[in-house]
Every structure is written in C-alpha cells, then in structure tokens.
C-alpha cells in the first residue's frame, strides 16, 4: 500500500513476528509531530500518547 496504507501494513508486518505472543500495534504517526504552533503546543514532537502508556504499561507489570 501506499502512504494511506502504512498504518496497516506495518501491523500485517509485525505480527509475522510475535506469533504466540499478545501484541497490539499502536499508530501514532498522524500525532507524533506538528508543524504548527499554538497556545498549548510548541512546533516539533508532541509526545502525544507517552504518558498514557507509560502509565498503562506500568500498571500491565504491577509497578
């Protein structure tokens, strides 16, 4: 697939790998960066996200 695609197909690529293992593939790539700036958000990485899943991650391992 094309650019509309990369979502899924980096999905369909990654579980030839992790066969008998619970995975989940998160695509972040939309809200990782902006070129933008605004009141709340400077021009560059977001981190859109890391904070949540820190925090689910480390609930997941019972830290």
């Known amino acids: 697939g ?3 695609a990369g979502s899924i ?3 369909w690529f990654l579980r030839e ?3 008998g293992y619970p995975w ?3 695509d ?3 809200t990782a960066y902006t ?3 605004g009141p709340h958000q400077a021009k560059g990485p977001t981190a ?3 904070r949540l899943f820190t925090e689910f991650i480390l609930k ?3 830290a």
């Open 60 to 62: 997941r391992a019972g």
């Open 17 to 19: 790998f992790v066969e």
């Open 35 to 37: 070129d933008g700036e």
């Open 2 to 4: 094309g650019r509309g």
């Open 24 to 26: 989940v593939h998160l």
């Open 48 to 50: 859109v996200g890391v």
């Open 28 to 30: 972040i790539a939309g």
């Open 9 to 11: 197909a980096g999905g």
